[in-house]
């Protein structure tokens, strides 16, 4: 049985790699942890001992995931946003999570797994938002012309 302490839980099918794919996020991510792991037995209907289900957490944020097979394929109607404050944050996390995945622009990536995530600057909301619309749109502008975001470009079109 897989435990959450959250109501709401994002819940991640794959067909096979559910425990590679765990224990990759948990890697990248502080605060973070296999909080349970049930295995297939003799019923199946994956190989005896395999795992079915586990569950986990990201920075505290409860998760789960199942080898459930391959009737559902992750896609960008459904990712996870990565807020962070340094520029090392976005070189860590968009790193590690695009390693041997695919960069999409304006910090967008879709990791090995096919799991998609936007890895962002925590002030971007702000910056988008600000009443003098001639500095949200120098910000759209240069967001629009990274892959990986660039926290020292982002500030610099937010000055003028």
Request: aromatic share 12%; glycine share 10%; hydrophobic share 40%.
């Amino acid at each position: 049985m897989i435990i959450q302490k959250h109501k709401i839980v994002p819940h991640l099918w794959f067909e096979n790699n559910a425990e590679e794919a765990v224990n990759f996020y948990v890697s990248i991510f502080d605060n973070s942890r296999i909080t349970d792991v049930s295995r297939f037995g003799d019923a199946g209907p994956g190989l005896k001992g395999s795992v079915m289900a586990m569950g986990f957490e990201l920075e505290g944020q409860s998760f789960a995931a199942i080898n459930g097979g391959p009737l559902a394929k992750f896609n960008g109607a459904v990712s996870f946003l990565v807020h962070c404050e340094t520029q090392d944050e976005i070189d860590h996390y968009y790193g590690k999570l695009v390693e041997g995945g695919q960069q999409q622009p304006c910090g967008w990536l879709t990791d090995r797994y096919g799991l998609v995530w936007q890895v962002n600057y925590a002030r971007m909301a702000t910056m988008l938002t600000d009443s003098d619309n001639a500095r949200a749109s120098r910000v759209m502008q240069a967001m629009f012309s990274m892959k990986k975001i660039e926290i020292a470009k982002l500030d610099a079109a937010y000055a003028g």
